[in-house]
């Protein structure tokens, strides 16, 4: 009727693949309607509807929206597309008058992907009038699990089926957005003892994620700001010794400094838009901790920092992220002519890193005020398992640490850390007055 063309998203081309041929068809094949409809475009990745296009797209590259102007994104299974993408993907529909953009997923963390969106909605919830009169907001609360039935948490009498399917959605907050929470007990097809049975024999992940329909924030899953706060000493670093300059390149340049007796400094180099170098910058650092070490990664300027690695040989190294399923190192050194070369586990590395701060076996010099900036950037990540070509979670393929704002100086700490567990004399020790105090026990990568 709107004659709307439609950008119908998934995570992988894969996922549109088994989404289109298990879903679309078979409904097109079931209704003879809906296959009047499909003129002359009727693919995998195309369906002409009237006038109308659903083009079914996966969020793996950036360049798959570039030739298409829509009226209406679906991004389906949110969470699991590269975020940076799907943003892209909003650029498509600046032309038109509608814009319109849904999105659906199982909610993974707090404050990402579709989490960060329902805060932003109108937080539709459902709700059940009961036979007390009472009408009920219609969450956990609600399940007996002793019973394994649906009660009602004002007069503690049972919810039927009747009066839980006839409930309305109704509105919490104030948002910009329209949003609905789905959990699965409001699904007719399922009762209390199924999701009892859920409670029991699923871990809390994905009772979080799949049945409650909410974000899991576990323990391993976010870094808190808490956890490095612990691991500050206003203790001054005398910064002697061997000093390591982990670096992440880009726009701008990030870096962390460290010795053995803990992290003291970190920061930015100048924009080369300012006309300023910021190559010579790092330099400055080389030169000022006469026998200090740079640890960079790759992947951003490879120029300046390959002339750098050239003006310094020994002294400065390059970092690549790579996971070797066959390996249980997390680091590789390069030798002879791949000398100079660091192969990084990524999610290790980082992993390994976490851990080490909750046992408060890292050490920043200095004040929570001091380290703000740097926190934050902590905060940024968080862990998610990976998924098969279906969207399910595959924990045979581990987990990924991603992140939901800038990360910068997360990764030019581990870059640091790399630097200190070859060229650090010691390890690392207990930040803290308990009984570990002065018993060093650093695991090192």
């Known amino acids: 009727m709107f004659k709307m063309d439609v950008g119908y998203v998934l995570p992988t081309y894969e996922m549109v693949q088994k989404f289109v ?40 590259t950036d360049t798959a929206p570039i030739m298409l102007s829509l ?30 953009k849904w999105l659906f997923s199982n909610p993974t963390s707090p404050d990402f992907g579709v989490d960060k969106f329902w805060r932003m909605s109108d937080q539709k919830i459902w709700h059940v009038n009961h036979s007390c009169g009472e009408k009920v907001l219609f969450d956990e609360s609600c399940i007996d699990y002793e019973a394994k039935i649906f009660r009602c948490p004002k007069c503690k009498k049972e919810i ?40 029991r024999t699923k871990n809390a992940e994905y009772f979080y994620n799949f049945v409650a329909g909410l974000p899991y924030a576990g323990s391993g899953n976010k870094v808190s700001a808490m956890t490095l706060e612990k691991c ?6 005398d910064q002697d010794g061997r000093i390591i300059i982990g670096v992440d390149t880009g726009l701008p340049i990030h870096y962390v400094l460290a010795n053995k007796k803990g992290y003291f400094h970190y920061g930015t180099c100048s924009n080369p838009l300012t006309g300023k170098d910021p190559y010579d910058e790092l330099e400055a650092l080389l030169k000022r901790f006469n026998n200090s070490i740079i640890i960079a990664d790759q992947g951003g300027d490879l120029i300046g920092i390959r002339k750098l690695q050239a003006k310094y040989p020994g002294r400065v190294y390059l970092v690549w992220y790579r996971a070797d399923r066959k390996t249980m190192k997390v680091i590789q050194w390069g030798e002879g002519e791949e000398y100079g070369k660091v192969i990084v586990d990524r999610n290790r590395a ?25 926190i934050v950037h902590w905060m940024n990540i968080h862990r998610e398992w990976e998924y098969d070509d279906s969207g399910q979670v ?6 990924v640490w991603t992140r939901t704002g800038p990360d910068h100086w997360v990764h030019a700490t581990i870059y640091a ?29």
């Open 160 to 199: 039927t089926d009747e009066e839980r399917h006839m409930g309305e959605w109704v509105k919490t907050a104030k948002g910009e957005w329209s949003g609905y929470w789905i959990p699965l007990w409001i699904n007719p097809l399922k009762n209390a003892k199924d999701i009892a049975e859920y409670k």
């Open 232 to 237: 500050m000493t206003p203790k001054i670093n």
């Open 394 to 399: 595959d924990k045979s393929r581990g987990f």
């Open 417 to 445: 850390r790399v630097g200190l567990d070859r060229y650090s004399e010691t390890k690392a020790k207990v930040v803290g007055l308990d009984m570990f105090d002065g018993i060093s026990n650093a695991v090192n990568f």
């Open 21 to 60: 041929g298990s879903k679309v068809n078979r409904m097109a094949q079931q209704s003879p309607y809906i296959s009047s409809l499909m003129r002359d475009k009727d693919s995998i990745t195309q369906k002409q509807i009237g006038e109308s296009f659903i083009h079914y797209l996966g969020a793996q």
């Open 71 to 100: 009226d209406m994104i679906v991004a389906d299974e949110y969470d699991k597309a590269p975020q940076n993408i799907l943003e892209t993907y909003d650029s498509r529909l600046l032309h038109s008058k509608y814009g319109y």
């Open 350 to 374: 980082i992993q390994q890193f976490i851990d080490e701060m909750v046992d408060k076996r890292v050490t920043f010099n200095g004040t929570e005020g001091d380290w703000h900036d740097y």
